[in-house]
């Protein structure tokens, strides 16, 4: 593998390198935080992000400890180390937004930013540079998505997954972003279980960590609940134990879950989840509230999801128009029973709240 082309005046990834997958092993290349890359793809890595950071106020200094973030974040993540890689327009993507996160947290967090090096305790106890190494591993899942788009036809279309997650989802993870960085708190890895715990004060906190945070996480957990048609499934012994005994049958479940989504009017979720008692139900939430969420200024079933369906119009309008129901009967044919019954059974029936960390969708990997 070669770099080809030189750098160019735009911003454009393909004008800086090209790179052959093929080379490559990813299974083994971030097995290591010390050698998992070799010269060469730590000599492309350095190109992408010299061209970005080039003209930024920290420059020069900045591209050794943006490097260092890009190759912890690798050693962690090796499906974001083969989106880098393998994927110009993520590739692309994710260093404008990284890199621009990782200015605002040196400029901000440390005047004196040349003794920011990875094994500096300032380092580890600045917010921003950890929300700029959070946001990088979250973006691992999104790139996996992109061939994920069409699995769900021909009940959700291609073209609403592809805006739904693109631009609707996108939303909320750029609004939770701003709105962190602008509390000035410190989540501990930007990882799920952190998104997760931020739910508890979330409506508390401010409007743009309740409709952000909220949008977040509840969008990180639909998706997760979702399986392609071609591949059925259907509820463990020990959830369908509880979905007999709460609701008398399967059919029982669509019936009060429907209702649920059909009479939450204008914008919001249904969900199935356990209350403290530990028994099954169903309610619904406004907007981007979910159940999670101490403090909101109306009555619901206080539960732990497991199970949520995003009724906005933008989730099914494409396609049903204001056929609400009829998008409700549809998603009962894509839900990832495999997936609810491990939220069921190692989260929420031990009354710990649900990650929204995929099981064997092939896009992360569970905690």
């Known amino acids: 593998a070669t770099l080809q082309g030189q750098l160019g005046t735009g911003n454009r990834i393909s004008s800086v390198v090209q790179y052959p997958v093929s080379t490559r092993d990813p299974d083994n290349m971030c097995s290591n935080y010390k050698r998992h890359l070799s010269a060469e793809d730590r000599h492309i890595l350095r190109v992408r992000v010299k061209h970005y950071m080039r003209g930024q106020p920290s420059w ?12 912890q974040t690798f050693a962690k993540c090796p499906e974001l180390c083969t989106a880098f890689y393998g994927n110009e327009a993520f590739c692309e993507k994710l260093l404008m937004d990284s890199v621009n996160a990782y200015e605002y947290g040196v400029c901000h967090d440390a005047p004196a930013h040349t003794q920011f090096r990875m094994n500096s305790p300032y380092w580890e106890e600045s917010f921003r540079n950890k929300a700029a190494v959070g946001a990088a591993e979250a973006a691992a899942a999104n790139v996996a998505m992109d061939s994920w788009y069409d699995a769900l036809e021909p009940y959700i279309d291609e073209q609403t997954m592809r805006i739904h997650h693109q631009k609707h989802h996108a939303t909320y993870v750029a609004g939770l972003n701003t709105a962190l960085t602008a509390k000035g708190g410190a989540p501990a890895k930007g990882d799920a279980s952190f998104l997760t715990e931020l739910q508890k004060s979330a409506a508390t906190t401010s409007p743009a960590m309740r409709n952000h945070g909220g949008g977040h996480y509840n969008h990180a957990l639909f998706w997760v609940n979702l399986a392609s048609a071609s591949s059925p499934s259907e509820p463990s012994a020990d959830l369908g134990a509880a979905i007999d005994d709460r609701f008398g049958s399967l059919e029982g479940l669509k019936e009060a879950f429907t209702q649920a989504a059909l009479s939450r009017f204008g914008s919001g979720w249904a969900w199935l989840g356990v209350t403290p008692d530990g028994a099954l139900k169903v309610t619904s939430t406004a907007n981007q509230d979910n159940p999670l969420m101490e403090g909101l200024d109306y009555s619901l079933e206080k539960m732990i999801p497991i199970l949520g369906l995003d009724v906005w119009e933008h989730a099914y309008y494409l396609k049903y128009q204001n056929r609400r129901a009829d998008y409700v ?8 029973w495999k997936k609810v019954s491990r939220n069921y059974e190692e989260y929420a029936k031990k009354g710990k709240a649900v990650p929204p960390t995929p099981t064997g969708s092939g896009h992360a990997v569970e905690l």
């Open 329 to 336: 009967n549809a998603f009962w044919n894509i839900i990832n």
């Open 60 to 71: 020069p200094s900045n591209v050794y400890e943006a490097e260092k973030v890009f190759l």
